[in-house]
């Protein structure tokens, strides 16, 4: 399902914090928000979601305006903060939110194993979260957000205090999603994990200052590293890049 973004802007207390951003995402495509701490990546995922309103703008999802109800189905989300309860075991949890998103007991009990499955956590999901690593609750988190087969995935920073290792693992995950042609939107601060999406959305300041397949915006660079284009953006404003 392809998303349009047109000229969305956001401010919080009237400060002006996504401003004027315009977006096209393919449907089967990984795109990633990469920008520095603070750059408005949170918000842009959650104005993208219809968890908040945009102050001007729209989002469409194909033809359909964004908030929307029968999109919700269509659409997983991994919030920052892992939205999941210590106290429950990993299958309980899961099976909590498969009744939030509406699934009958019979259609959950098979997805919830298959989810569980592709994280790799079939061998821990009776133990209490509490008991889990952050990358396990990460990895939970995940399979969460894909219960109900949406057709559009939105991760936000998936990967943030996980090992190098685990964080493979989640890009091969995405990957396989992908393959499944699933739309794929990840925001990381994370310059490396650049080269594992198919295009990037450089945000800075709230402003999008590049949207390109990565192999364009590296080769817009001398150092071959995406760094340097939030170098140039400071540079221009006259702020820190990082
Ligand atoms: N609900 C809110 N009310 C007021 N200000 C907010 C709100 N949400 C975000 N902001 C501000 O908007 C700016 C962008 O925040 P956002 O969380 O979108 O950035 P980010 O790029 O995701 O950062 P990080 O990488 O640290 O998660 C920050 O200055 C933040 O304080």
Request: net charge negative; with cysteine.
């Amino acid at each position: 399902m392809d998303i349009t973004g047109t000229n969305i802007c956001k401010s919080f207390h009237n400060k002006p914090i996504i401003k004027n951003i315009s977006i096209s995402i393919s449907s089967g495509e990984i795109i990633c928000l990469l920008g520095p701490s603070g750059a408005g990546k949170t918000t842009l995922i959650r104005l993208l979601i219809g968890a908040i309103p945009a102050d001007e703008g729209e989002i469409r999802y194909g033809e359909t305006l964004i908030p929307s109800l029968k999109l919700l189905k269509k659409i997983g989300f991994m919030p920052q903060n892992d939205a999941i309860y210590d106290d429950l075991s990993g299958k309980d949890n899961l099976s909590f939110f498969a009744e939030l998103y509406g699934m009958g007991k019979k259609e959950y009990a098979g997805r919830i194993e298959e989810v569980l499955q592709l994280v790799d956590l079939k061998g821990d999901s009776n133990k209490p979260v509490r008991e889990y690593s952050g990358g396990m609750k990460k990895r939970l988190s995940l399979a969460a957000a894909l219960l109900h087969e949406p057709k559009v995935l939105l991760l936000d920073e998936p990967t943030v205090g996980i090992d190098p290792v685990l964080r493979k693992a989640v890009w091969i995950q995405l990957k396989k999603l992908k393959e499944q042609g699933k739309t794929i939107i990840v925001s990381t601060h994370v310059m490396d994990e650049v080269t594992e999406c198919d295009k990037a959305a450089l945000i800075y300041q709230g402003e999008l200052i590049q949207y390109d397949a990565v192999a364009n915006l590296l080769s817009l660079t001398e150092s071959h590293k995406i760094e340097e284009l939030f170098f140039m953006a400071a540079e221009k404003k006259g702020g820190e890049a990082l």
